[in-house]
């Protein structure tokens, strides 16, 4: 049975042109949106979307540029760095999503009072396969007082790349996300040492589109965030089992009972927004690491990056 908020108003009669939805990538954090999928959440709302996949997480904001795909999600970060390119930039992100980050640290043995410091000496993986996990990480770094190069060295690479090496033992900590933890865990090849989700709102994932289109097709955009912010509320009020077994189709590698295990843990760190609201204090975040990262140089404002009216 797919997951339902009661109280809600009858299906609206469908758009007569399919909305292109462009998903980043498939990752287990993206829950939300395969809820919404799954649910009929969008038809509900009277949008007909058609959902495509990228071939590549730098081709998403290509897709919207050049008009292939109309809406995308996946993080703030790929505006924020094409209006570092060019100021004049059309994209523009709205809806939080996925509010916090959620990435974990996988080490060997039990570590509850684990602080950042507890890594001088070791040998560290971050996460590099887009850059937002290890701008994030190496932020919290510099803010702990400790330097970020001598934390990861060159060790800056894929999680399976990293993956190989830590069950090789070269390696004593890695940045993973789910299911990578989850299955270390559950083979005893490590411990969760920390949930990168305890930094708070951090605006990991919205839409984002070109404020052409967002004008344009502003009716259905409207019923876009409506159609997520239903899917938003299922997710922390249906049971963990029954989210699952719903989106399980999304994601065919994992067996239902390890992604509820995962929905559960995620859903108690806080990941996903509980409303689609993108506050100014949670994309300034985001924009500082990347900034204190090297990632970006420019600082656009709020406004610039964000339509604020579309994301309630």
Known sequence: MTPEVPGIPTRRALSRRPLVLCENMRAVPYVPFYLALAGGFWESE????????SPATTNTPVKLLEGSADVSWGGPMRVMMHHDADPRCPLAC?????????????????????????????????????????????????????????IAGRRVRPMATNLRAYVREQVDVIQVFEPYANQLVAAGQGE?????????????????????????????????????????????????????????PFLPDLNQEALASI????????????????????????KAALISGGLISRDPSYETLVDRELST
């Open 46 to 53: 009277g949008l007909a979307i058609q959902h495509v996949v």
């Open 192 to 248: 969760i040492w920390h949930r990168f989700s305890e930094r708070g709102d951090i605006a990991y994932t919205t839409f984002y589109a070109t404020r052409q289109t967002m004008n344009r097709r502003r009716d259905e955009c409207h019923r876009l965030v409506a159609g997520i912010a239903r899917a938003l509320k299922a997710l922390q009020r249906s049971a963990a089992s029954d989210i699952a077994r719903a989106v399980q």
């Open 263 to 286: 929905i559960t843990d995620y859903r108690s760190a806080g990941l996903w927004a509980t409303t689609p609201d993108l506050p100014p204090a949670a994309l300034l975040r985001l």
């Open 94 to 150: 709205f809806g939080q999503v996925v509010a916090r980050d959620p990435f974990v640290l996988v080490g060997r043995g039990p570590q509850p009072l684990f602080r950042f410091a507890d890594l001088a000496g070791l040998k560290v993986a971050p996460a590099g396969d887009v850059p937002t996990p290890w701008m994030t990480f190496q932020d919290d770094l510099q803010r702990a007082g400790l330097a970020p190069a001598k």
